[in-house]
């Protein structure tokens, strides 16, 4: 079992940015991949970023690619979202989820609880 805990969400005003970090429990985070989503109010969950067991593939949802790094540090059990250049559109709850494979194959196991990023115009 993992258990995912996020932090680092909050309200800035757009063009700004903020760093996510989700910190993982269990020995066994070096073999998770590992991946960001998002929910807005009234809409559907959605894949943000996505990460391989060492870092080495990434994948970004159109939306965000240029503007996000996803990012992650085994050795502290913790993935990263940084986020810049910040728009009222990234409004949104964001979930750091893991998947028991190595490799990014987008069909994850365990959800964290979620942060709320608010951007303001």
């Known amino acids: 079992q993992v258990q995912l805990v996020e932090s680092g969400g909050g309200l800035v005003q757009a063009g700004g940015s903020l760093r996510l970090s989700c910190a993982a429990s269990g020995r066994t985070f070096n073999t998770y991949a590992m991946g960001w989503f998002r929910q807005a109010p009234g809409k559907e969950r959605e894949f943000v970023a996505a990460?391989?067991?060492?870092?080495?593939?990434?994948y970004y949802a159109d939306s965000v690619k240029g503007r996000f790094t996803i990012s992650r540090d085994n050795a502290k059990n913790t993935v990263y979202l940084q986020m810049n250049s910040l728009k009222p559109e990234d409004t949104a709850v964001y979930y750091c989820?893991?998947?028991?494979?190595?490799?990014?194959?987008?069909?994850?196991?365990?959800w964290g609880q979620g942060t709320q990023v608010t951007v303001s115009s």
């Open positions: 989820a893991a998947e028991r494979t190595t490799w990014v194959q987008y069909h994850y196991d365990y």
């Open positions: 990460i391989s067991w060492s870092g080495g593939s990434t």
